[in-house]
């Protein structure tokens, strides 16, 4: 069974940074995209970033673009999202999910980790 393990979330001042990471075990991690998600108090999940198998094509939702970038690592099977200028609008639980690129993109992903809450303070 795949396993993700996601890490790097706190507390930080509005336009701080933090970079989550996100590792995974149990199957080929470099065949597969990775993504980030997350889930505010009281809203639905919504889409933050994804990336392909190999790191070369990246997505982001319209809040994020310019402030987060995704990266990933196969030799260490670990994906990244570094959050720069993060606002009070970015608190939320952010999951890390993997299946193909489509699934990922719309949510659908078959693997999801258990989450790491970043809180951002005004």
């Known amino acids: 069974q795949v396993h993700l393990v996601e890490s790097g979330g706190g507390l930080v001042q509005a336009g701080g940074s933090l970079r989550l990471s996100c590792a995974a075990s149990g199957r080929t991690f470099s065949n597969y995209a990775m993504g980030w998600f997350r889930q505010a108090p009281g809203k639905e999940r919504e889409f933050v970033s994804a990336?392909?198998?190999?790191?070369?094509?990246?997505f982001y939702a319209d809040s994020v673009k310019g402030r987060f970038t995704i990266s990933r690592d196969n030799a260490k099977n670990t994906v990244y999202l570094q959050m720069n200028s993060l606002k009070p609008e970015d608190t939320a639980v952010y999951y890390c999910?993997?299946?193909?690129?489509?699934?990922?993109?719309?949510?659908?992903?078959?693997?999801w980790g258990q989450g790491t809450q970043v809180t951002v303070s005004s």
């Open positions: 999910a993997t299946d193909t690129l489509r699934t990922v993109v719309i949510g659908s992903a078959r693997y």
């Open positions: 990336t392909n198998w190999n790191g070369a094509s990246t």
